[in-house]
Nanobody
């Protein structure tokens, strides 16, 4: 099993910044992939960003140039620095990881609310 603890959500004004963190713990062999998705009310869950253990990143089109994902492999922690926030960034942000046991398994955090006021 993998436990994910997310933090850093909150209320911010348009143009502001937030940093989300997600710490993974458990009896896994390794975590080759970590990332963030988000879901706004009435919308489907969408990709924010992912990062491999080796540092290869992938971003959703709506956040490119504004958000930066990073990873601390020693601490099994993934971060996303969110700058130039817009009201349309308002959503519940979910941490997700792919952990390796005998096989690979995906896990999701409970989510943290980000609200951007106009």
């Amino acid at each position: 099993q993998v436990q994910l603890v997310e933090s850093g959500g909150g209320l911010v004004q348009t143009g502001g910044s937030l940093r989300l963190s997600c710490v993974a713990s458990g009896n896994f062999f390794s975590i080759p992939l970590m990332g963030w998705h988000r879901q706004a009310p009435g919308k489907q869950r969408e990709l924010v960003a992912t990062i491999t253990r080796g540092g290869v990143t992938n971003y959703g089109d709506s956040v490119k140039g504004r958000f930066t994902i990073s990873i601390d492999t020693e601490k099994n922690t993934v971060y996303v620095q969110m700058n130039s926030l817009k009201p349309e960034d308002t959503a519940v942000y979910f941490c997700n990881v792919r952990a390796k046991f005998v096989s690979y398994q995906d896990y999701w955090g409970q989510g943290t609310q980000v609200t951007v006021s106009s």
